[in-house]
């Protein structure tokens, strides 16, 4: 008999949204439900038909408040306040009087009226060209499928908690509710057809550490339940049916056998350079991860995540518990913690703060403290007292010039001087460092270094403000590039002058997680970097493949040349000799 043919290799390529390899029969979830039933009602049965909308409601809070519940307990208060916005759709008397008007003059079910305008209210926001919300959409949607499930008495398509096969999951989209049912030995990975790197869904499969891949437009249309696929969550792509020499090429259990092994061991390079490799992290529940994933510590901690999705300010003593503990978790690693960096798009809920019409280029981070001075006395005396809890280090976000870090400095001296007549404990020789990521700071960036013990380069907004390109514009973004020659000479510039005072230089954006760039930042002199976990494993495993020479050599064609293009050509062809595996089939 003739041997079969086998199935034809096919490729979908959406955005990478949580980092790992993958093999497994897939899934396919989330294909639209029967259409919501309409049916006039009598004018005596407008009550009842209210009061079953009440009560689906206070179901629906109920199924809410008990999947936030797990949530918080099996990752953290930071992924289980992704549902405070579900809570508060039940909780919008706009959207619920709309609804009880509908039934009311339109003698319509409750389950169609409900449909009808928490659509109209979800199209909307998914319209508005605003990442986030855009994805509040999703929410919303997650909400109203809860309401009318309740509301119908119809039963989620697949219960992902009675899973008994590994599997991949395929679907359009994928609701936070969903994503949190997701346990990592049934569900290896998963993929959508919709989404972006800022949704919910997307941060919980990084806090899941399930590899994810969103915006694939079309494959939860175009396959079917069972069908074997390898998902990449490193590079954005799923192979349907992976023909021998990708499983071969992907090399993926090796790899991660690699990755395992050099967990515990420094970033060196071959011919001695020694790099310090740390993680960047927004809450101390992520102490955990740091040590999973072989990282020397913190390099940026996001202090930022204790102020938003809540209604008051924390005070001194629960930011001192939450700096306390990842200190002491790490001790004696070093942790460094970033002052508040509000603003842009990052807002505390219950602050009345004007619309801006550039809000990047207005009252964020340093700026908002230094006029806010007891939200930051507050924050400047907890890290002061969690210094003594382990290896502590401070640094201020968006600094563009000498006046700010002086002011910012005359405060801590000032709190220094409150805690000692309190006779409170603190570290006297508390590290402070900058970020660098404004134009102007690398223009005095000597004047700074002589002031500071270190400068850490936050590469998304150096890249941003110095080209003048919003990322997240798809009209523009094809011009946001890491390796135009203007941010490689802001980059050498930060660190000779850095080395010039005798003090460190990292780098904690995202060029400092790309392994395409490593070899580019360590030629560039860069002393430290600091990525998501997920990413510290392969970016040291490149590290201990490198020769520190060939990179410097990569560095001075660089700061030469005039092409972004052929400098990323040449840095990636440097990664991609050291360590081919971490670049097999990349995008």
């Keep these: 008999m003739p041997e079969l043919a086998q199935p034809a290799e096919r490729v979908f390529r959406g955005i990478p949204v949580s980092a790992g390899v993958c093999r497994a029969r897939v899934l396919v979830i989330g294909r639209s439900h029967a259409a919501i039933p309409k049916h006039e009602l009598p004018e005596a049965g407008i009550p009842g038909e209210i009061n079953r909308l009440e009560k689906a409601l206070v179901q629906t809070r109920h199924d809410i408040l008990e999947v936030q519940k797990k949530v918080t307990a099996s990752m953290s208060a930071g992924e289980g306040g992704i549902f405070d916005a579900h809570l508060l759709v039940l909780e919008d008397r706009t959207l619920l009087d709309e609804v009880i008007r509908n039934i009311q003059e339109n003698r319509v ?53 009675k899973l008994t096969e590994p599997c991949i999951i395929i679907s359009y989209d994928l609701s936070p509710s969903t994503t949190a049912q997701m346990d990592r030995k049934t569900v290896l990975g998963f993929a959508t057809d919709m989404g972006g790197k800022t949704s919910h869904t997307a941060i919980m499969a990084r806090s899941l550490r399930i590899p994810a891949v969103v915006g694939l437009k079309s494959a939860s249309s175009e396959l079917e339940t069972g069908q074997y696929a390898l998902l990449d969550g490193f590079n954005g792509v799923i192979i349907i049916n992976p023909s021998d020499q990708t499983l071969f090429e992907y ?122 001075k007891d939200v930051f006395r507050a924050q400047l005396r907890a890290i002061l007292r969690a210094s003594t809890n382990g290896n502590v280090k401070m640094m201020y976000p968006m600094i563009s010039g000498l006046d700010e870090l002086v002011q910012a400095n005359a405060l801590v001296e000032e709190c220094k001087a409150e805690l000692r007549s309190e006779k409170i404990p603190f570290d006297e020789n508390l590290e402070i460092g900058a970020m660098i990521e ?31 390109v919003d990322r997240m514009n798809e009209k523009v973004a094809h011009l946001y590039e890491p390796t135009h020659p203007a941010i490689i000479r802001l980059i050498k510039a930060t660190v000779d002058a850095a080395h010039k005072n005798n003090i460190w230089v990292g780098v904690c954006g995202e060029m400092a997680g790309d392994p395409a760039l490593i070899p580019l930042l360590l030629g560039l002199g860069v002393d430290e970097l600091s990525a998501t976990p997920s990413l510290v494993p392969p970016v040291k495993y490149l590290i201990r493949r490198l020769k520190i020479n060939e990179a410097r050599e990569l560095a001075e064609f660089a700061l030469s040349c005039e092409s972004s293009s052929e400098i990323l050509a040449r840095s990636l062809t440097l990664a991609r000799k050291a360590t081919p595996s971490l670049f097999e089939n990349k995008a």
């Design 109 to 161: 079910n409750a389950e169609y009226a409900f449909h009808v305008v928490a659509e109209k209210y979800a199209s909307a926001l998914a319209a508005i060209e605003d990442d986030y919300l855009r994805e509040r959409a999703t929410d919303m949607r997650d909400v109203t499928s809860r309401v009318l499930n309740n509301l119908m008495g119809r039963k989620e398509e697949v219960d992902l908690k």
């Design 251 to 372: 090399g993926q259990i090796s790899l991660e056998e690699k990755l395992r092994d050099i967990q515990t061991k420094p970033a060196v390079t071959l011919d001695g350079q020694r790099v310090i490799l740390s993680a960047n992290v927004e809450q101390s529940a992520d102490s955990e991860q740091v040590k999973h994933c072989g990282a020397e510590g913190v390099g940026l901690f996001r202090t930022e995540f204790l102020f938003i999705n809540r209604k008051n300010l924390p005070n001194e003593e629960e930011q001192y518990q939450a700096y306390h503990e990842v200190a002491a978790a790490l001790k004696p690693q070093p942790v460094i913690i970033r002052t508040l960096d509000l603003g842009g798009d990052k807002f505390m809920t219950h602050l009345d703060v004007p619309p801006e019409m550039n809000p990047f280029l207005g009252w964020r981070a340093i700026r908002y403290c230094l006029q806010e």
């Design 438 to 468: 404004i134009p102007s700071a690398v223009m005095v960036a000597d004047a700074l270094a002589s002031r500071l013990k270190f400068f850490s380069i936050g590469t998304n907004d150096l890249i941003q403000y110095t080209l003048a």
